[in-house]
């Protein structure tokens, strides 16, 4: 079946050569194709069906047991020159990427229908949208693009004839381990994925196109491509701010993109953009202006409920894909977190009988939703807008238990740049590993950064000195715990103090004070108003203790070190300078270097 497009119809043909499938469906994004498939998928078992009475239009999938997450060490960028990659991403020759990967695909989808999935990442007619292509052999990842991007005609008429869409193939193979490879091929506008239907690795226009492919993208042509939530807020003064966060997976990204407000703060109005990819570009008003590129959420769903996301909850009972939570014998999902107590019994993840006895998890803890944006009671009325929103501030956040105090004030452009490129973060269940361990994770792109990451800080100093109005830049820090091991901040709709107290500074208000690593709030600065929280424990909350800094620093040297020649002087200078200044506030007096 002819797309319309002969650049993408030679393509596609082409990997028909390479796949041999049985047969070539392309998609056109109708109701009626997505009734379609998602019957063929209840017949066949890949979804089974939830209670259609108190949750329409949701269903169920398992994935196979090892296919749970993204798969990091398996995650490639193939270019020319290993040197482009830099030392924190896996690289692997072009010519070697198409030599070991071609034998694996030849043939993948024999007996299999190929689906030509044309999609849209942003809003039709905007400066910012990109067009991708995926072909792909599984229908789960079919029904995922739909709610994830706009899929059909919308994308084939933005490409509007030409060549210029990026190539996204995806066979779910024999989905071993030993065969699995996500290969990004950035000179070429291509990724190639086999062996994985986990969504991070099967859904190509989410962390591949979105975030790697276009970060380097975004390098060429001048913006930014972000892990990042944008959040909307109306002052009760009537002021509407928009605020741009990154945080690494399950770190309350989702959580806070769709804050409520607490009862005390009356007035305030929050609305979601976006919950986890920003595209930044810098507008003729000297601003960042941000778009979401995506039509939908693809969410953890463990920790989600009435308390943590209320919007979320309520979002996900209507038109969503469930992946990997256990089933109730009523026909209703349940996983850790959920506002209902462990039911008597159950299926888990893995569709085996599971009771609050069990000494597994009911549900996997990187159990997913995916959801229409279209559900969410607090979706923006500027979701859509091919503009986009102008950006007062940026966050970077993540869990770490002591040191980083509840939130500080980066004190220019090229000094928030040095906050988000030494960002690190405990870890969670979202990649494969340990839980709970250290890692460096700058600005939250790790995983993502389709390219050397010491020039993408580089590429945002640059972008930081076209801008005449930049935004300002903020260290945030919900996950601080006290001796007992117990969070000291409330966090949730809460979090609102301290966004409240950023917008002031973006305002030229908001009482703060110089320490050695940012601007930290005075205790009277933040609001409190009916919030149940000891001065002492605030205390502790915004405490920078100099002493507990030194290692940091010491550790920094060596990660800002292994990057040589590409690291820019911008950001070792304010490693210098943070040096110096925890330097002077713990050397005993009289003492000189």
Request: aromatic share 8%; glycine share 10%; net charge neutral.
């Amino acid at each position: 079946m002819p797309t319309g497009n002969a650049f993408v119809d030679r393509w596609v043909e082409q990997v028909r050569g390479l796949t041999t499938p049985d047969r070539v469906v392309v998609c056109d994004g109708s109701e009626a194709e997505r009734e379609a498939l998602t019957a063929e998928c209840l017949a066949s078992g890949e979804l089974i069906a939830l209670d259609q009475q108190s949750l329409p239009g949701c269903v169920l999938h398992r994935s196979a047991s090892h296919d749970v997450a993204r798969t990091e060490h398996l995650t490639f960028i193939s270019t020319t020159d290993k040197d482009d990659a830099g030392p924190t991403n896996n690289w692997m020759a072009r010519d070697a990427a198409h030599a070991r990967l071609t034998p694996l695909l030849r043939g993948a989808m024999a007996g299999r229908t190929m689906y030509v999935v044309p999609f849209l990442m942003g809003p039709p007619g905007s400066r910012f949208s990109k067009v991708g292509v995926e072909v792909t052999d599984s229908r789960y990842v079919v029904l995922n693009m739909r709610t994830m991007t706009r899929v059909g005609a919308v994308a084939l008429d933005a490409l509007d004839g030409s060549d210029d869409f990026t190539r996204c193939l995806h066979a779910m193979g024999d989905l071993s381990p030993e065969r699995r490879f996500i290969v990004h091929f950035p000179e070429e506008n291509t990724v190639w994925s086999i062996g994985s239907g986990y969504g991070g690795n099967a859904l190509l226009g989410k962390k591949c196109l979105a975030l790697r492919l276009a970060s380097w993208m975004a390098r060429q042509e001048g913006w930014l491509a972000e892990h990042m939530l944008i959040l909307g807020l109306r002052s009760p003064e009537g002021r509407t701010y928009y605020v741009t966060g990154a945080f690494p997976s399950a770190c309350g990204k989702t959580n806070l993109a769709m804050l409520v407000p607490p009862e005390s703060m009356p007035g305030w109005k929050i609305w979601t953009v976006g919950d986890d990819i920003a595209w930044l570009r810098p507008g003729p008003d000297g601003r960042l202006w941000a778009v979401n590129p995506e039509a939908g959420f693809f969410g953890v769903a463990p920790g989600t409920s009435h308390k943590t996301n209320p919007t979320a909850f309520e979002m996900i009972r209507r038109n969503t894909i469930y992946t990997n939570v256990a089933l109730r014998p009523d026909g209703t999902p349940w996983w850790e977190g959920h506002d209902d107590p462990a039911p008597p019994k159950a299926l888990d993840w893995q569709g085996r009988p599971w009771t609050p006895a069990s000494k597994e998890k009911a549900a996997h803890p990187n159990s997913r939703f995916t959801t229409p944006a279209t559900e969410c009671a607090s979706l923006s009325p500027e979701f859509a807008n091919p503009n986009g929103v102008p950006i007062d501030a940026i966050l970077f956040g993540a869990r770490r238990q002591r040191r980083v105090p509840l939130v500080y004030e980066a004190r220019s452009w090229q000094h928030g740049t040095f906050l988000g490129a030494t960002l690190s973060s405990e870890t969670t269940a979202a990649a494969t590993g340990k839980v709970g361990v250290l890692r460096r994770d700058p600005m939250a792109m790790l995983p993502f950064c389709g390219y050397n990451m010491a020039d993408y800080w580089g590429h945002w100093l640059d972008v930081g000195r076209a801008l005449t109005r930049p935004p300002r830049i903020f260290r945030v820090n919900w996950f601080r715990t006290g001796d007992d091991g117990k969070f000291l901040w409330p966090g949730f709709g809460d979090n609102l103090r301290v966004l409240k107290w950023i917008l002031e500074r973006c305002d030229g208000g908001g009482a703060a004070v110089e320490t050695p690593i940012g601007l930290v709030p005075t205790p009277d600065a933040l609001d409190r108003n009916g919030l149940r929280l000891r001065a002492e424990t605030l205390a502790h909350l915004l405490r920078v203790d100099a002493a507990e800094w030194v290692e940091a620093v010491e550790g920094q040297e060596h990660y800002l070190r292994s990057f040589g020649s590409h690291l820019p002087a911008g950001i070792y200078q304010e490693h210098l300078d943070l040096a110096r200044r925890i330097h002077d506030a713990v050397a005993p007096e009289g003492w000189t270097r």
